[in-house]
């Protein structure tokens, strides 16, 4: 493990990512559809003299502005530092492979930034054209951003051939590029209706404009669906196998994809009906209710997305345990503790009887006391198993994932976890320290609940 | 974990190699800071400023600060988004000590977040509360406005813990030692045991002061067209004050941090040459623009002398980047060779990088350009009068 590992009790560290990465994304294709969505709709209202839209767009302008520049801005940030905080390592691999990619979308939220000030603060003050150029440029670049930064999330979930031949264009047009941009881009037009229908429903005054909203805002919605669908598509197909088996196997994504699909039904249905035919439903009720349906659809979908990529955090190069899938047969030979250089300072103020030197002697680790090899096992389960499992209590905690294990179960998996489970990384470390580990988690592990019968009471009513 | 050796704790050296020549990698770095520190010195130490001139200045004082509160929400949209340049190069560069110093404090440096979520609405709710030519805050927004001034100072404050505490190597194991649960960290530490922490902090907060001094003639001769003489002529006169109370304290704070607790080998690297030309010049920089500002006191400012101001502010902020750069790479030579990294060209992105970048200023540019024309020549024709446009 290249860097310290940061324990976030209960929750997990990379469980932060997933929280702001979904607050960021409920926000930030808002920011791309809704960018969109006054380009179109500030150049119908100009070309038709419509004062009364033209002040409600004013006045969603500032919302979006608010929202988007703000909250989606900022949180887009979090994210990046969350990363950098949680898995600095594939922070390291993505930064130093996408850097100028990275570099292309800063430029290109510098100019969203530009136009959206621009179209919002000299509202009035330039011609029609200029005002809808504005937003153009701001739908324009929205949208580039949006594709720049699928390349690297793409390449997260399936890196292609980029790991036998390198590159920045290899790594970005990855096999998810095309339906991830696809699929983004369509839940950016249906997200962004649902905004719109949201605040049209509480702050449009007529209900005549309204009406008008809901009609045109349905069409691209609905567009929006169909993109989503065709990119989902694509994003199936395009899957490596570990993540189709990962769909099929874990309960939690079947039970998640299932919840994914009848939403996604539910919202197409909404759409549909609502909008689309019966513009005069857009109460603020209706505008709520399914605002509140796309939040759960794309918050689903995006968990989905990131939990498929188990055992990797970046497909075939970072085990989502912090290390280079390249390091595991290393790591194996030399020692999980001895190739991070934070354990092996560890291990080496803590038990410098197990020191050969500088290097740690992992035969050594089985002649410690019993205490101090729990020790030990505690401090491997913390680098290498904590990203996934809580140490006590939380997600996915180990003390509750074991509970009733027999020790010689509990040795098998942490000896070769991908074989109980292909999502889990394969335990990067020698004998030694797998056995120490095992008796760590021996010493946390609750016994088999009782009271429970797998046949017919005795007499005696013993079981 | 005392006798940890902070060298060994120092990231592996990574597979992938820069992908450009360290040199092309720090002058982005430096020169994204550069870009990043003049709105960051505004919110930094001009909301401060604003809210001491809300409640103790005069007329054209509180003009002033009603001005750059207003202006706020588009110099925190901007100075963020050009903060993200200098990070993401601090990434690639320096990557090594970056995530395990930031890792250590990591609860506080999450927190930056947060409190920039909190400040930035706060400046928006500030802002409303100015809308219409109104220069006096009421209410509640007055404390808010004070909220939105500790909100940012603390988000410098933290800042300056992460950076000092990338250099700071030494206290790493300490650090680790009081906050790790099985040897993994809590992240609820700061880089409080550094000596060079508070000077570093309020010699930077200092020069904010001189940046902060600069908008004020910047925005009297460029942007208050509308103001009257008296507020622009007033804007130059109140800039000095300002300018040469952060000069001061610019001047203090350096000295403590240059001479009292800088490690020798930064010290070294910065008095010796060629460190020694910026070193000087980023000590006397400000000192020219303090006698610029003094012979533009009491006159109304024109454009040229807002712009050419301001420019010599950039420079400023410029050369104090490069000695910046010059002490961080000093100190942490002993730990870090970053010219020992495999180079592997990614050229294709790069030039296509450098193209966007120039071509996005142009747009940026020729946007502003035709906003501004446009409005005045409307203004213009609902007053009546041709348009200068």
Known sequence: MHYPWWYVPHLTSPMLIAFIAVVHVLVSHYAVGGGLFLFVETRHAHRTSNREYLDYLHRHARFFVLLTVVFGAITGVGIW??????????????????????????????????????????????????????????????????????GITGFMLNSGNWPERGGFWNGFFNPQFAPQVLARTGGSLLLASMYVYFHASICSPS?????????RSARPALLGAVLIVAGGAGWFANLPESSVAALMKAPALNIFMAILFAVTVAVFAMLYFGPYRNPAWLTPGFGVLFLMFGIVAVTVGEFV???????????????????????????????????????????????????????????RLLDLPPPQRIEAG???????????HATDTGLSAIPHVTIGWAPEMIHDVVTSPELFHHYMPPFAGTPEESQVLAEWIESVRPPFPAGMRFGPASAEGGE | METVNPQDLVATLGSGGYPAAPWFLMLFKVLGFTLHAVPMNLWYAGVLLAMLLQAFGGEQARRWSARLLRQM???????????????????????RVFYPATILIAWPWLSIIALLILAYYGAYWVAHGLRGGETQLRGARVLAGWLVAALF?????????????????????????????????TGVAMNSGDPTLLPRFLMFFSLAFTTVAVHMVFDAGALARRESEVYRQSAARLALPVHVAGLAGFAVFGSWYIFGVMPETSRSALLAFPGVIF????????????????TLR??????????????MQVLVLGLNAISRQIAQSAELAPHLDITAEPVRWQWSPMVLFLVLFVAGLGVIAWLVRRAVLESRAMESQSNGSPGRG
């Open chain 1, 81 to 150: 530092w969350t990363i950098g905080l949680a898995s600095p390592l594939a922070t390291e691999v993505l930064i130093h492979t996408f850097v100028f990619g990275w570099a292309m979308e800063y430029v290109f939220f510098v100019i969203e930034l530009a136009a959206a000030f621009l179209f919002l603060y000299f509202w009035g003050r330039v011609t029609p054209r200029t005002h809808v150029l504005f937003a153009g440029v701001y739908a324009f670049a929205a949208w580039v951003s949006l594709v720049l930064i699928t």
């Open chain 2, 298 to 311: 009491g006159r109304p400012v024109s454009f040229g002398a807002g712009v050419a101001v301001a420019a």
């Open chain 1, 378 to 388: 505690e401090i491997l389960f913390m680098h290498h198993c904590n990203d996934c």
């Open chain 2, 153 to 185: 100072i603390a988000i410098g404050f933290v800042f300056a813990n992460g950076f000092s505490l990338m250099t700071n190597l030494q206290d790493w194991p300490a650090i680790w030692q009081r906050t790790q649960v099985a040897g993994a960290v």
């Open chain 2, 73 to 95: 929400p588009v110099i925190i949209a901007f100075g963020v988004n050009l903060g993200i340049v200098p990070l993401l190069f601090t990434q690639v560069t320096h990557y």
């Open chain 2, 279 to 294: 070193a000087v010049s980023t000590a006397l920089a400000p000192g020219a623009v303090a006698v610029a500002l003094f």
């Open chain 1, 305 to 363: 997305r990131e939990a498929v990529r188990k055992p990797y955090i970046v497909h075939n190069v970072v085990m989502s345990s912090n290390i280079l899938a390249s390091e595991i047969p290393g790591h194996r030979a030399a020692g999980f503790l001895e190739s991070g250089p934070w354990t092996r300072a560890l291990i080496a103020a803590k038990f410098p009887q197990v020191m050969d030197g500088t290097r740690i002697d992992e035969r």
């Open chain 1, 207 to 215: 209900s005549a404009l309204r009406e008008i909203i809901g009609r």
